[in-house]
């Protein structure tokens, strides 16, 4: 019998306990609370706290919005992420934690999808994209 010292413990099987200690994505990030998915959310320029979700939503016709979807999915997947983005009439939306809590690293992803949407802004006198 081993004392508790905030360390996971490996059991027989090799699983970690882990119920002492918050829950963490795949990449380490702990998972937000309520309160601070919408303090981060007012950080992030574009994006919005739905419930357990982050969420933007972008405008661009039609044509543009499939390629939107894909530069974004493209450059999550890119990051080892997978991506929820939804194409509606009007553009598109983004949505982090929709099928997981949003974490540290979906704040990370979450600016650095920012800088591809700027970098995929269209030319002046075209639809807006941000």
Known sequence: MTDHD?????????????????????????????????????GLEGWEAK?????????????????LQDTLRTAAAERGRELDVRQHEGGVTIILGADQPVTHSDLELASELDAVIVGTAPTPGTQDVG
Do not use: F, M, V, Y
């Not at 970690?16 to 702990?30: K, V, Y």
């Open 6 to 42: 905030e360390k996971p413990t490996t059991t027989d099987a090799g699983s970690a306990e882990q119920s002492h200690r918050p829950l963490t994505d795949p990449l380490g990030s702990d998972n937000l609370s309520a309160d601070e998915l919408r303090d981060a959310a007012a």
């Open 51 to 67: 419930g357990t979700t982050l969420t933007r939503d972008l405008s661009a016709g039609p044509l543009d919005a499939e390629g």
